[in-house]
């Protein structure tokens, strides 16, 4: 009888891993190459390549500040640079919320599009391709079974 109870929660611990396990898969989408393929995403496209040449732009004229700075240590070039840089935060959160804004109607129909290829192909986690790269969030994947952008793409048409 003792040998019944020690046994028991022994039986019962090598269960519960195998009752915990599903088959959950994940999948990546390249989010900028499906916003790109979405019908009624060029006044969006337009915006970001807009914003980002301006901030572009604007880099450049802070490292050139930057280096006439380091070279004349002057109170007008430290000033010069420290407003440049002040504008640019500026810049940089304006536009921000006005490509956030802009977002918002794509947002809503690529993630519902995502959701639905992603169910139909049997994944339950999607993550932004770009961003799981940057992130260096994911060591390992098979692009050719886990790349869900062309079919994302073609369900968006």
């Not at 929660?9 to 915990?20: G, K």
């Not at 700075?69 to 109170?75: E, H, V, Y």
């Not at 129909?109 to 940057?134: C, E, H, M, P, W």
């Amino acid at each position: 009888m003792t040998r019944v109870l020690i046994l028991l929660p022994l039986a019962l611990l090598a269960t519960v891993p195998h009752a915990q396990q599903s088959k959950s898969r994940v999948a990546f989408v390249n989010v900028q190459a499906a916003v790109k393929a979405m019908p009624g995403s060029a006044s969006y496209l337009q915006l970001v390549t807009k914003t980002d040449a301006d901030l572009i732009a604007k880099q450049k004229n802070i490292q050139s500040l930057a280096s006439k700075a380091s070279a004349s240590n002057t109170a007008a070039n430290r000033q010069a640079l420290n407003n440049a840089r002040q504008a640019y935060t500026k810049t940089q959160t304006q536009y921000a919320q006005q490509v956030a804004e802009a977002f918002k109607p794509l947002a809503s129909k690529l993630n519902s599009t995502i959701a639905r290829v992603a169910k139909a192909n049997g994944y339950s986690v999607v993550l932004d391709q770009r961003v799981a790269a940057q992130t260096n969030l994911v060591v390992y994947a098979n692009d050719s079974a886990t790349n869900l952008t062309n079919a994302v793409v073609k369900a968006l048409k």
